[in-house]
């Protein structure tokens, strides 16, 4: 809309006073009046430049804080031994299997990776379509990719543990020669003519991609345009959001690993819900050239997995950069599953622990868990701050990704429609003021200090999934987590607990959750109806 179908006022500044807490005086209205059409002059002449949803920001998050270093060494990365290193009459069994167990398998050339595809192939035409966690097979591809990782294996050339392993990528991660759709109805019939790194890198390491997997309409719950994402452990319940596919399909044995995305949530809260395995990295450990833009400084993409340590293999060949996403840092993972946990300081959030009201058995039973383990766990106090008034900081920049589709009302096509969902929140975000956007990062820098003051005595700490403001808070300030199974609810549905690491430490992070992971075994209780 131009100037000429709404002139702009004093009367006009004065009722937009309200929006933003201000009060102008008649003659300020007046003086600032001129400056205001300037404004919206600069604001139609920007808007007729096209911005593909690809172009970031010339200004650039890091959650570094000041002072802060890590060691550049590497060292070899060792990984645990395979539980399983025989391939089992029953194929539904099969396809529980860890990565590292079919790794070995198809290693030692007891099983190749053409048949495992064909396993998770079969398993994702019979159970995707009640599940609703399939946007597209890429069966073509996979066969192609698993011949040739077999061709590869026979003639001596083995790449590593991902060698022939078939996985899904939330479809939000562009893949050359298929659809990446976003989950949502404006962009069902769009081809990004890219790999997106993380499949490129994939691809490197010799995984297969077998199915581009639902994800919430740009990023969003799990109600896609195609259906809603059901929890493997419970039809009649959704999978939650967004990594909705990547979950579903990983807990209920489809594929072997799925790559998520998370900007507040959408991994740990899919992971939860299916009681699965989920990563987020450090913000500038992954990049993420070639995937769906929903928040540059705080969008972050990480594996979903069955077990902690498949979470550290899968890790382990998508971190690093591409010369592309320019907030990608290259730091060390020294991981070892054989940690002394004894001797580190293990931290957990006290008040959230003794929340009466709001913490359940299974996160207490977490606590006496790793006690068990010979730690004694340390109280932890989060920073006291308004976290929740910074959460517009995600609504302006997705509002900013997606403004083409609020101008040309083409959000009119998202399935949600309610106040609740992208369409409203994109629209209300345009009254957020540049001003007040900056004001908020500028807390969060702030933040970073103060959780850089609070992880400089402890290693990792434990939370509550979704205690307090924790989930919020370590998103805005990058902090990597490992939400994992910790139990089963009175109906039968998965629970979880999440561990915080430091950042650019996955290493310890998942070494600690590993150590807890292997002592309760709830990742082992996956859903009846597909384990036949």
């Given at each position: ?372 383990l010979g730690v004694k766990p340390i109280p932890t106090t989060l920073p006291d ?74 290693d990792v700490y434990i939370v509550p999934s979704f205690g307090g403001n924790n989930?919020l808070l370590t998103n805005l300030t990058g902090h990597p987590c490992v939400t ?49």
């Amino acid at each position: 809309m131009s100037q000429k179908q709404h002139p702009i006022r004093t009367q006009t500044i004065q009722q937009a006073e309200a929006l933003i807490g201000l009060n102008f005086t008649p003659a300020e209205r007046d003086s600032l009046l001129d400056e205001a059409k300037e404004h919206l002059k600069s604001f139609e002449t920007l808007r007729a430049q096209a911005l593909p949803n690809a172009i970031p920001p010339a200004l650039h998050f890091h959650p570094i804080p000041v002072g802060f270093q890590f060691s550049p060494h590497q060292n070899p990365i060792s990984f645990g031994p395979p539980a399983h290193t025989d391939v089992p009459a029953n194929e539904a069994e099969l396809a529980f299997y860890s990565v590292r167990d079919l790794g070995e398998l198809i290693r030692t050339k007891k099983m190749t990776a053409t048949q495992l595809t064909q396993l998770y192939l079969k398993r994702l035409k019979t159970y995707g379509p009640e599940l609703e966690c399939v946007i597209t097979l890429t069966e073509e591809l996979a066969l192609a990719q698993a011949k040739r990782a077999d061709e590869e294996i026979a003639a001596g050339k083995y790449r590593g543990p991902l060698h022939g392993i078939p996985y899904g990528a939330k479809d939000l991660l562009a893949t050359k020669g298929y659809k990446t759709t976003w989950g949502a109805t404006p962009y069902k019939e769009q081809i990004i003519d890219q790999d997106a790194t993380v499949i490129q890198k994939l691809e490197t390491a010799g995984a297969i991609l077998v199915a581009k997997l639902t994800l919430g309409a740009l990023a969003w719950g799990d109600v896609w345009y195609g259906g809603t994402t059901r929890n493997p452990h419970d039809l009649k319940q959704g999978s939650s959001g967004s990594s909705a596919g990547s979950a579903s399909a990983t807990s209920a044995g489809l594929v072997a690993f799925a790559i998520g995305s998370e900007t507040w949530g959408s991994i740990v809260s899919p992971a939860t819900r299916c009681g699965v395995t989920g990563l987020r990295p450090t913000f500038g450990r992954v990049s993420r050239t070639g995937a769906m833009t929903l928040s540059w400084s705080m969008d972050k993409l990480g594996p979903i997995c069955r077990t902690v340590e498949d979470a550290a293999i899968v890790f382990d060949a998508l971190r690093g950069g591409d010369g592309i996403d320019q907030t990608v840092v290259d730091a060390p993972f020294n991981y070892t599953p054989q940690i002394d946990i004894k001797s580190l300081r293990i931290g957990y959030v006290q008040s959230l622990f003794e929340d009466k009201e709001k913490t359940t058995q299974t996160d207490l039973a977490t606590l006496d868990a790793i006690k068990n383990l010979g730690v004694k766990p340390i109280p932890t106090t989060l920073p006291d701050a308004p976290i929740e008034a910074l959460s517009f900081i995600l609504s302006a920049e997705a509002a900013a990704a997606f403004d083409d589709l609020t101008r040309t009302n083409r959000d009119d096509l998202l399935t949600r429609q309610i106040k609740n969902a992208w369409p409203n929140v994109f629209r209300a975000a345009r009254f957020i003021p540049a001003v007040e956007y900056i004001q908020a990062n500028r807390l969060r820098y702030q933040l970073i200090q103060d959780m850089q003051q609070i992880m400089q005595d402890i290693d990792v700490y434990i939370v509550p999934s979704f205690g307090g403001n924790n989930l919020l808070l370590t998103n805005l300030t990058g902090h990597p987590c490992v939400t994992l199974p910790n139990g089963f609810d009175e109906t039968g549905h998965p629970l979880s607990i999440s561990f915080i690491g430091r950042l650019f430490d996955e290493a310890t992070l998942l070494a600690v959750a590993h150590q807890y992971q292997v002592a309760t075994t709830f990742h082992l209780q996956h859903p009846v109806r597909y384990r036949k």
